[in-house]
């Protein structure tokens, strides 16, 4: 499970501790990482915000996190995670899993992909425990060390 998640999120997609002013800045920072990563181009983090836009904030999906996504598409070049946490938690709007801490984003090329991705961080971010320990990594190594642990 995890194994294939620290694999999917390379070092330049992680951005720790970072500083802005509201949830569409903080899902531009992670549609940023991914982009950097090679794995989108800058218009997915257009369709990301989107899709909150039109969808509200489903994409808070546990205590803290986001996982901002949009589908498989032109603007994905290949599978990719991100990683963004954030100094001040922002609000998305979801009425029991806000203030998000860390911005998860996922770009997928398939829906298979998507899926299968999206059910091994479900997996992951399901445990209250290791979901503490993540929204508390002080490192980018720290951070590959917790993935690791839950392979």
Not at 8 to 33: C, F, Y
Request: glycine content about 6%; proline content about 6%; aromatic content about 4%.
């Amino acid at each position: 499970m995890a194994r294939n998640l620290v694999t999917s999120l390379p070092e330049v997609a992680i951005r720790l501790n970072q500083e802005v002013s509201s949830w569409k800045d903080a899902v531009r920072l992670s549609g940023e990482a991914l982009a950097a990563s090679g794995a989108t181009t800058p218009e997915y983090t257009d369709e990301m915000i989107a899709a909150v836009e039109a969808h509200g904030p489903y994409i808070v999906i546990v205590p803290h996190i986001a996982l901002a996504h949009s589908r498989p598409g032109p603007s994905v070049i290949a599978d990719g995670l991100s990683w963004v946490s954030l100094v001040t938690p922002v609000e998305f709007g979801h009425p029991e899993n806000d203030p998000v801490k860390v911005v998860i984003g996922l770009s997928s090329a398939s829906h298979e992909t998507h899926i299968a991705t999206m059910a091994s961080l479900a997996a992951l971010l399901g445990d209250s425990q290791r979901r503490a320990e993540l929204l508390s990594a002080k490192s980018v190594g720290n951070l590959k060390t917790l993935l690791a642990a839950y392979a």
